[in-house]
């Protein structure tokens, strides 16, 4: 998923400094630990409360935990920064377009859940012009090679 978003932003210099990884389960964990390397911030949001086992884990990799009961993802820019890497692996399909709402200009979601069939409502119009006005991007990604462990 990361060398898609580097992919999507090859037209020019992208030099990603900060993450949120949506879901701190087994996935997101992984991407955690592997996103640390890359990323001067790494953020992990998730639904669970303390005391919790994965919340230690994020942090022990020197991740910030951010409970989605608290600070849901369109209200991640103002509690911690906009980020230039979201990377969703929840599955919760309102997170596809929630993603859009904390990504920092230029920045670029990657999705990687896979949700059942749900309708809601999008404002699409709101979010075609994030797209276009801010520069963002949003890439779908499945199947990773043994390379990228």
Same mark, same amino acid.
């Given at each position: 998923?990361?060398?898609? =978003?580097?992919?999507?932003? #090859?037209?020019?210099?992208?030099?990603?400094?900060? =993450?949120?990884?949506?879901?701190?389960? #087994?996935?997101?964990?992984?991407?955690? =630990?592997?996103?640390?390397?890359?990323?001067?911030?790494?953020?992990?949001?998730?639904?669970?409360?303390?005391?919790?086992?994965?919340?230690?884990?994020?942090?022990?990799?020197?991740?910030?935990?951010?409970?989605?009961?608290?600070?849901?993802?369109?209200?991640?820019?103002?509690?911690?920064?906009?980020?230039?890497?979201?990377?969703?692996?929840?599955?919760?399909?309102?997170?596809?377009?929630?993603?859009?709402? =904390?990504?920092a200009p230029n920045g670029v979601g990657a999705l990687l859940g896979v949700p059942a069939?749900?309708?809601?409502?999008?404002?699409?119009?709101?979010?075609?012009?994030?797209?276009?006005?801010?520069?963002?991007?949003?890439?779908? #990604?499945?199947? #990773?090679?043994?390379?990228?462990?």
């Open positions: 998923a990361i060398e898609h =978003a580097y992919a999507s932003r #090859s037209a020019f210099h992208w030099d990603p400094e900060s =993450a949120l990884v949506l879901g701190n389960g #087994s996935l997101g964990l992984l991407t955690v =630990a592997t996103l640390d390397e890359s990323f001067d911030r790494v953020h992990c949001l998730g639904r669970r409360e303390r005391p919790d086992p994965t919340i230690e884990i994020i942090e022990s990799l020197g991740a910030t935990y951010v409970n989605s009961n608290e600070t849901p993802v369109p209200d991640v820019p103002d509690a911690y920064e906009p980020m230039d890497f979201v990377f969703e692996a929840t599955g919760y399909a309102p997170h596809a377009f929630e993603t859009i709402e =904390a990504l069939d749900w309708e809601f409502e999008v404002d699409g119009g709101r979010l075609h012009r994030e797209f276009v006005l801010h520069n963002k991007a949003l890439v779908g #990604s499945v199947n #990773s090679g043994y390379e990228h462990f």
